[in-house]
DNA sequence: GCTCATTTGTTCGTATGTATC
DNA sequence: TGATACATACGAACAAATGAG
């Protein structure tokens, strides 16, 4: 299909941008591919060299491509995408070196769905969810303790999965990989709440101690909620670090 | 001064990028004002309007200019560089609408230096900072209670400043309306604490009550801390909403 | 170690369109 | 209307990195 011009009033080169980046959202160019070189695109569309490297360079500055001088352009992954996406990052003072963190998987299992979180999730109320629940911590010192809710038709048998492959890599790298999900964005709703039995036992404090408590969306591609996560810090030797 | 050729290997286009940003770091091109027109750019430094335009273009993202067709270039200010430098955005849920915050200023005392804080902000010991206390509230329900030490080098005769204007106008453009110091970045340091007796008093909370406390380092251009906050934040209505 | 084809990166120069005043 | 300024698009040439043979 061949670009008009004089026809629309939007630019050629980010016309070809949205259907590149629909190309990579709907999964037909998956996550750390290799898109073809700007000389097919340049054929296909009948336009010039320019017009691809501006589509293309703008898509690297929205994340979606890495470009790599006599390799290619290859679709970025949710580790590519963002430098930082450790949910985590925990200091005792600016400046300091961030920990090394261990996971501590405690269980999977199957839920009902919930009426808050599967509107959260845009899930119809009768759905089901996965409910996995994990500690983090340093050395021997737990931090943070964390529930999250996850469809269970999204992540088919999630609970089958080798339970050490929760406490080898990091959530969001397994879900990329055997789910195909890549992580766009997050939000946060951040609070403080007192300890209640729970917390105070997975994260060996006191009952009543003051927590952080963090709930958190996340996205993939379109704006798709996969992901509702409640996590309780405590923040006595450790802090969470924010930069923005 | 001219660009030679196949010199260096760091391409035009990125030297004169850095050539701008810093004309605009050290204050020479002022955060509103506009900046020469292309055609300046390609005549003095005997380069294509293609090379000045990849490097206003990669200014543009990196947040320091604003180009608009038909007018020109023109530096950005903090409030423009990040539509949202709103330190605190307050939900109750996940995608409510920010409720309007007022602030009410307590005090602004010129204090001694503290080891520490002097450290944060790249100062000697001795230096003398300004201390800003404020509570910010929505309605009549206090929220956040906020302490500021900036150094008084810098903010000259900020307690000579009108109070009322502390209430009426956001802390980051007081400070950049009447010192010239543009906000860049910010880091945090996010915990949870018991309220103490002045904690509790500011906030109408009871002692003891759960806070999310959140120390913040804001930076100018050159990566120059400015100011040290430590924020206390009640969380049972409203909790403090980050996105990223 | 060298050469060659492939692919992206840099730079030039030009022409035309469009927004602003 | 015209002058100014930025935006879009083309096409060409050469540089630099990569990987295969």
Redesign the pocket.
């Known amino acids: 299909m061949a670009f008009r ?2 026809d629309e ?1 939007t ?4 016309q070809l941008q949205v259907e590149i980046k629909n190309k990579i959202e709907s999964g037909e160019w998956k996550s750390g591919s290799m ?5 097919v695109f340049t054929e296909e569309y ?6 691809v ?2 589509a ?2 703008n898509l690297v500055n929205d994340g979606y491509l890495l ?7 290859f679709v970025t992954g949710t580790s590519l995408r963002r430098e930082q996406l450790r949910y985590y990052r925990l200091f005792n003072h600016f400046h300091d070196e961030s920990p090394k963190i261990d996971v501590k998987l405690i269980d999977i299992q199957p839920v009902k769905g919930d009426k808050q979180i599967n509107r959260y999730l845009n899930l119809k109320p009768s759905q089901s969810l996965f409910c996995v629940k994990r500690v983090l911590l340093t050395a021997t010192t737990p931090l943070i303790y964390t529930v999250s809710y996850l469809p269970q038709h999204l992540f088919k048998e999630l609970d089958r999965l080798p339970r050490d492959l929760f406490e080898k890599e990091l959530f969001y790298l397994i879900l990329e990989e055997n789910y195909a999900v890549s992580t766009v964005s997050n939000q946060e709703l951040i609070g403080a709440i007192a300890a209640d039995e729970d917390m105070a036992r997975f994260l060996e404090v006191e009952v009543e101690s003051p927590l952080v408590s963090i709930e958190m969306l996340s996205y993939t591609y379109k704006e798709r909620p996969y992901e509702y996560r409640l996590s309780y810090c405590q923040t006595r030797t450790r802090k969470i670090f924010r930069e923005y």
């Open positions: 011009k004089n009033p630019p050629v080169y980010y898109i073809p070189p700007e000389r009948q336009v010039s060299v320019g017009t490297k501006k293309l360079s470009r790599k001088q006599g390799k290619g352009t």
